[in-house]
């Protein structure tokens, strides 16, 4: 790995361009849930100023402690600690959302609260690397080539900038939105956790997307009543 970064040998053929295709694409079905727990977590900070930013930010960390993930996968991938931590974390996010959910004695849309912009911006960043242990795995199974898998990578955090904004919208207007999101997360700390433990059992790829799909079916199934909320009130 560390010998392709010192010499680099770039090819553009049609099997380079339908690898980055590949690449792309897993990026973007294995970031939905990803793109939501971001989007929960900016949903923390009041001023729709501050979310932007702490996304612009948060991402920009993300995006280079990607890249050092990328860079130093074939270590990373020897230590199981990495995968551990990443499900921990994962869970430990899961787990505070309900938590609050609970705490608030409602269903809709509790948010994790910030005191400050910079409590938001390194919880982005962490969360998006935690979410990269498995997708980076995916993507070296997939190319060879460092330079194709950053770049896969780097397409990836640009469309989950974008996607990220998306679900702060619609996380207000749909009902179990952001409940399908954290339980996915969930989901994903729970595989990173297995795959640690035993690796024979971890549920295969299709199945998760599978699961994944099927939770943001649900998600997207009821709107929330804020209309009618607001005619009445007026």
């Known amino acids: 790995m560390l010998d392709q970064i010192l010499h680099p040998s770039?090819?553009?053929?049609?099997?380079?361009?339908?690898?980055?295709?590949i690449l792309v694409a897993l990026?973007?079905?294995l970031s939905a849930d990803n793109a939501i727990a971001l989007a929960s977590i900016a949903q923390g900070l009041k001023d729709e100023k501050e979310q932007n930013y702490a996304l612009n930010i948060g991402l920009l960390m993300a995006y280079v402690l990607r890249v050092l993930l990328i860079v130093t996968a074939t270590w990373v991938i020897k230590y199981w600690q990495f995968s551990l931590l990443g499900g921990l974390y994962l869970l430990w996010l899961t787990f505070q959302y309900f938590a609050n959910n609970d705490e608030d004695g409602d269903n809709q849309n509790p948010k994790l609260n910030f005191n400050s912009l910079w409590q938001a911006?390194?919880?982005?960043a962490f969360t998006d690397l935690a979410f990269s242990l498995?997708?980076?795995t995916t993507a070296i199974a997939v190319?060879?080539?460092i330079w194709l898998i950053i770049a896969g990578g780097t397409i990836g955090v640009i469309a989950l900038r974008f996607l990220a904004q998306l679900f702060i919208r619609w996380i207000e207007e749909f009902t179990h939105?952001?409940?399908a999101?954290?339980?996915t997360v969930g989901l994903v700390g729970l595989r990173l956790i297995v795959k640690v433990i035993e690796p024979n059992i971890v549920p295969p790829e299709w199945l998760m997307i599978s699961?994944?799909?099927?939770?943001f079916v649900w998600g997207f199934s009821k709107k929330n009543d804020l209309e009618v909320t607001d005619s009445s009130e007026s």
């Open 10 to 21: 770039i090819d553009f053929g049609i099997e380079t361009v339908f690898i980055l295709i």
């Open 27 to 29: 990026e973007a079905v």
């Open 121 to 124: 911006i390194p919880m982005i």
């Open 134 to 136: 498995d997708s980076v």
């Open 143 to 145: 190319a060879d080539e």
């Open 177 to 179: 939105l952001q409940d």
């Open 181 to 183: 999101g954290f339980i």
């Open 211 to 215: 699961v994944i799909i099927a939770m």
